[in-house]
């Protein structure tokens, strides 16, 4: 009696820094308590273009052939034994990261600091959790959440990005109940949405800082920010001293530009980038607090006299939990005007390749901007 042939489906794989390839696999059939997606679209995000670049992310290399992608929506096509909360043909978020729940910080309901936590697309742990850039994933049920009517998949993928800033809110204590004042460095895909959830929430002021002109421009017109300002270009400071008092400098010009001195209630530091990191404290109120938010340098010096005498709480942020719900109905209630106006260019799964190169270079053919590319078959 011969073997049942299983079907099979397309991924992306990475093999190496710049090495992509569109290869055909096996499709398994989902295990207990497991869903089979059809993924339909997947934002491509910086912690990919870093593999992509690189071969690594910070301290994660890729030990072993790995599908990136990790921003997707898509239609159940299979369930599991054992699932009862999803059915085929059901539009649904997928949430890439696949927590223990049985640590302790599981049982406090921060599963994004979980000490087993399999995140599909990073090479945190090996063996690696493949990503989205495929036809079909298996993914658990739990993790899988249903769309609301009128949320499209690009707008699904983009709950992802937009959870990092739901949670980084939560932190800041931001919420539609106590409107502040915020600050937003870097307006790329997250901090653009940074500023879209600051407005949605009925912030007071919403401003952005970035050293691209372009960007801020398009922040502006697209109703994002209601003021910019662009870094001006220096030298590199020859000192520690000199770094920390041209950051105060030039954030407090930045403050007198927009007739803020005293700063803001919030800052959201979505860069990464040290300089950056080192103006936000200043450009927080006293009692207010900065939000890092963006994954750069590894070790900065900061200002730390001026944040403990002022009393500027510094708060790491990392991932999200129990975020996707609140994204989702957001998205589809349409409170975040022109969010979809993030995504600047799409790709056919098989031309996902090209999409990484146009990410890298930041401009297309024509010299438009990018900000986020989608690939899949929407």
Not at 3 to 8: G, H, K, M, Q, T
Not at 27 to 37: D, E, F, K, R, S
Request: net charge neutral.
């Amino acid at each position: 009696m011969s073997p049942i042939a299983l079907p099979s489906q397309h991924a992306l794989v990475l093999h190496g820094a710049k090495d992509l390839r569109y290869e055909e696999r096996t499709l398994w059939p989902p295990h207990q308590g497991q869903a089979q997606v059809a993924v339909v679209a997947t934002g491509l995000c910086g912690s990919d273009l870093h593999y992509y670049m690189h071969g690594r992310n910070g301290d994660f290399v890729v030990q072993s052939p790995l599908v990136l992608g990790h921003e997707s929506a898509g239609i159940v096509t299979a369930v599991g034994p054992g699932v009862k909360n999803l059915v085929p043909g059901q539009r649904v978020a997928i949430e890439a990261g696949i927590m223990c729940n049985n640590c302790s910080y599981c049982s406090k309901g921060r599963y994004n600091l979980c000490k087993n936590m399999r995140f599909c697309s990073s090479a945190k742990t090996f063996p690696h959790s493949d990503g989205t850039l495929q036809d079909r994933m298996n993914h658990p049920a739990h993790v899988l959440h249903p769309l609301p009517d009128n949320c499209t998949f690009e707008q699904a993928a983009l709950a992802e990005p937009l959870s990092v800033l739901l949670h980084a809110a939560r932190r800041a204590d931001l919420t539609p109940s106590s409107p502040s004042s915020v600050l937003v460095f870097g307006v790329g895909a997250i901090g653009l949405l940074a500023c879209a959830l600051a407005k949605s929430y009925g912030a007071s002021r919403v401003v952005a800082i970035d050293i691209n002109q372009t960007r801020l421009d398009f922040a502006l017109t697209q109703g994002f920010a209601e003021q910019v300002y662009c870094l001006p270009v220096a030298d590199k400071a020859k000192t520690t001293d000199e770094q920390l008092r041209r950051a105060k400098e030039t954030i407090g010009a930045a403050l007198s530009e927009f007739g803020m001195q005293d700063g803001f209630d919030v800052v959201f530091e979505c860069t990464g980038a040290e300089p950056c990191i080192q103006m936000s404290i200043h450009a927080a109120v006293t009692g207010g607090k900065v939000m890092l938010v963006g994954m750069g340098s590894r070790n900065v010096m900061l200002p730390l006299s001026a944040a403990a005498t002022r009393e500027v709480d510094i708060h790491g942020s990392f991932r999200y939990a129990h975020t996707y719900p609140t994204a989702l109905a957001l998205l589809a209630a349409e409170k975040l005007p022109n969010v979809e106006k993030i995504i600047t260019h799409r790709f056919a799964l098989q031309d996902a390749a090209r999409a990484f190169e146009l990410l890298a270079r930041g401009r297309d053919e024509e010299g438009q901007m990018v900000l986020k590319v989608m690939v899949g078959a929407q």
